[in-house]
């Protein structure tokens, strides 16, 4: 079964705006910063966002920031990415990962990885 689940991905145009979820059991969560990552077609995955246990840090990939927000729930086990002014280049599966530890930018501090839900921006 996995262990994380990703949702909210869907068909928008640029300029639009989505929501993205991912949902954890308490196991996996607690005690964890949080990751997004995305992977286009003929791409390598990248990193998109990160954020510490408590939410008091927050990291972006610079071609995201001032776009995305991720921000968590722990009382729901749920961290949360909105994607904002969307571009067609934001196309991409989304990822949602816990850390293994230190948070970081790259896959390997990660130890937990969702399935990934489809972003598609139409131009």
């Known amino acids: 079964q996995v262990q994380l689940v990703e949702s909210g991905g869907g068909l928008v145009q640029a300029g639009g705006s989505l929501g993205l979820s991912c949902a954890a059991s308490?196991?996996?969560?607690?005690?964890?910063?949080m990751g997004w990552f995305r992977q286009a077609p003929g791409k390598e995955r990248e990193f998109v966002a990160g954020?510490?246990?408590?939410?008091?840090?927050?990291y972006y990939a610079d071609c995201v920031k001032g776009r995305f927000t991720i921000s968590r729930d722990n009382t729901k086990n749920t961290a949360y990415l909105q994607l904002n002014s969307l571009k067609p280049e934001d196309t991409a599966v989304y990822y949602c990962?816990?850390?293994?530890?230190?948070?970081?930018?790259?896959?390997?501090?990660?130890?937990?990885w969702g399935q990934g839900t489809q972003v598609t921006v139409s131009s």
């Open positions: 990962a816990a850390a293994a530890g230190r948070i970081g930018t790259t896959r390997s501090e990660y130890n937990y």
């Open positions: 308490g196991r996996i969560f607690s005690g964890r910063g």
């Open positions: 954020i510490s246990w408590s939410g008091g840090s927050t």
